[in-house]
């Protein structure tokens, strides 16, 4: 299975370099040097068309397409969109910057009322641009909301890549070159359909996956668990510790999904469960869902899940407060499929009160191989457990030197700062990288 993923990566990353570099390939190949123009106005063409064809495949790795993420994993596409719309941002600014070294005369068409239809589309595009990734980087800063983001963002994404695009033809440079401009014709078309996909197709798909909510109730930790029934006897199958985008809006077509890590056991599909913290604006609205209410749910999704990894002899978990629901979902797959692996399972928590599914997980251990070490921050008088945070040497202490060596998978979900340190931690303990798992809840 590791291999077949590895695979996957592989022919997609290859997809990536070449949909990035073809156009300007292309043009290397297609031109003989006496045909370039001079060379400081061929790198900056260079830029702006790799920049360019880096933004357009932007919309390829956020479409949700199933094939693409499930290699990868959610956290590490939206990780890599990241980093590469920052690449692609800098080539593209390159872009203008070298034609102002190489001509000072193009310095005219920064007044851009006098300046061609043409170049302002190209000026609107690095504009919008500018304020997409401004907004993007600094949107906890900048304190703005993320639904309000998350519309601008598409909207202003769009008009950056159609923009650009208009821009290119128009400028016609090189453009004469009939394989050059059915390639960047080929891009556009990608790009209008990949759009209508995410916009329009997709949502219509996810009118299918409505779901009804069957229950709701309180658990420990300020969370509450909905368990969902399909309106239409689908049975979702999942990989235990997967997530899905839920939306509660009458219909889909408004783009206000939230990602939640499914918690109940993969092996009853025919019900799922999420247990949702209370945090914020949406997660605040479900204790007061309705029974009966629909639900839209888009998935499954992630690549977090002791599925992927069934050669592991043993398995240790790691949680943080609601960090625990994607691992509550494989321990009760394990339960459920009499799964007798050593385990153990971290789980740190403010106080002993506060501990989500604590009288399950008690339960589960019965059922399992499973040690279970609780981390409290304010721990009750008499409490002879371990207290405050992760540490090596809890770690140490419960695991011993061997397991690292003992074809034991991590999965570790929790805060961000958490997962910073015990990813260390498990370092210093003497596991690989790539025994490490983690799921972030903060894609964004
Ligand atoms: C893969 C994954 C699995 C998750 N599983 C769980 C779970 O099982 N239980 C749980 O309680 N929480 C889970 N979360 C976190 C949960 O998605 C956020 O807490 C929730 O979306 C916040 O929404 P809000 O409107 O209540 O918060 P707000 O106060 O409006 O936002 C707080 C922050 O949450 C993030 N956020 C808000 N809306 C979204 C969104 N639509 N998509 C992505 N991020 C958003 C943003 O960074 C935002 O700044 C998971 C997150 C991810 C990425």
């Not at 003989?32 to 001079?38: R, W």
């Not at 990989?239 to 839920?246: D, E, H, M, N, T």
Request: charged share 15%; hydrophobic share 45%; with cysteine.
């Amino acid at each position: 299975m590791r291999v077949n993923y590895r695979l996957q990566q592989a022919l997609w990353i290859a997809l990536f370099i070449l949909l990035v570099f073809t156009p300007i390939a292309v043009l290397i190949i297609g031109f003989t040097p006496s045909t370039y123009l001079y060379p400081l106005y061929d790198a900056s063409l260079a830029f702006g068309f790799i920049g360019l064809a880096l933004m357009a495949v932007q919309f390829i790795l956020t479409a949700r397409i199933k094939w693409i993420k499930e290699p990868f994993g959610s956290d590490l596409i939206y990780h890599f969109h990241r980093q590469i719309s920052i690449a692609a941002f800098f080539l593209v600014l390159a872009h203008p910057i070298l034609l102002f070294i190489a001509d000072s005369r193009y310095l005219n068409y920064l007044n851009i009322f006098t300046a061609p239809i043409s170049i302002k589309l190209g000026e609107i595009a690095i504009f919008l641009l500018i304020l997409t990734v401004i907004s993007a980087e600094y949107r906890k800063k900048l304190k703005i909301h993320y639904d309000f983001w998350k519309f601008w963002h598409g909207i202003l994404a769009t008009t950056v890549v159609g923009a650009a695009l208009i821009h290119i033809f128009l400028t016609g440079t090189y453009l004469y070159y009939q394989p050059l401009r059915i390639l960047w014709l080929v891009y556009s078309a990608i790009f209008i359909v990949v759009l209508l996909y995410t916009r329009f197709i997709y949502p219509l798909l996810l009118i299918h996956n409505k779901y009804t909510i069957t229950s709701i109730h309180e658990e420990r930790g300020q969370s509450w668990t909905i368990k969902l029934q399909s309106t239409r006897n689908k049975i979702l199958y999942f990989k235990p510790g997967q997530f899905a985008w839920i939306t509660t809006w009458k219909t889909p077509f408004f783009d206000s999904e939230h990602p939640f890590s499914i918690s109940s056991s993969s092996e009853k599909p025919q019900e799922i469960s999420f247990t949702i913290k209370d945090l914020g604006k949406f997660t605040n609205t479900v204790k007061s869902m309705q029974i009966g209410q629909a639900v839209y749910v888009d998935g499954p999704h992630g690549a977090f899940s002791i599925d992927r990894y069934p050669y592991a002899e043993h398995l240790v978990y790691i949680a943080g407060g609601i960090g625990i629901t994607p691992i509550m979902s494989m321990l009760r797959s394990m339960a459920d499929r009499g799964d007798q692996r050593p385990a153990r399972l971290f789980y740190n928590n403010r106080d002993w009160d506060s501990i989500t599914f604590r009288e399950e997980i008690e339960t589960i251990k019965q059922l399992l191989d499973l040690e279970v070490i609780y981390t409290l921050e304010k721990p009750p008088q008499k409490w002879a457990g371990e207290t405050g945070f992760m540490t090596q040497e809890i770690l140490h202490n419960h695991l011993g030197n061997a397991w690292a060596q003992k074809g034991t998978e991590v999965f570790m979900c929790g805060p961000q700062v958490m997962m910073n340190i015990v990813k260390k931690q498990l370092r210093a303990e003497g596991f690989l990288e790539a025994q490490i798992h983690y799921e972030l809840f903060n894609l964004i």
